[in-house]
């Protein structure tokens, strides 16, 4: 069984008190292909990066990873598949010491 990369069905999100930012109805993409994401700052470009990657946790929707649904997985088990299997670098500079 072939199982996609990247799996999305209505998912969506938003940040407290404001507006939905993100929404996705369907979109899947094969294991070995590539995704180019453009768009302008605040967007959602780097919220959906860390939906994929499981640092932020799926509101609304289905998000799957290599087969996993990602809203269902336990902070735990979605560290051990970032840490497996998703390279993260974070953009934020107070990270850098």
Do not use: Y
Not at 18 to 45: R, Y
């Amino acid at each position: 069984m072939n199982t996609a990369a990247i799996h999305l069905s209505q998912l969506s999100h938003a940040w407290p008190q404001q507006p939905p930012l993100l929404h996705i109805d369907e979109l899947t993409l094969a294991q070995g292909k590539h995704l180019f994401i453009q768009g302008p700052s605040g967007c959602g470009k780097s919220t959906l990066l860390s939906l994929l990657a499981g640092v932020q946790a799926v509101q609304s929707g289905v998000c799957e990873v290599l087969g996993r649904d990602m809203g269902r997985l336990s902070d735990v088990e979605r560290d051990r598949l970032r840490g497996e299997h998703i390279g993260v670098i974070f953009q934020q500079f107070n990270l850098l010491s």
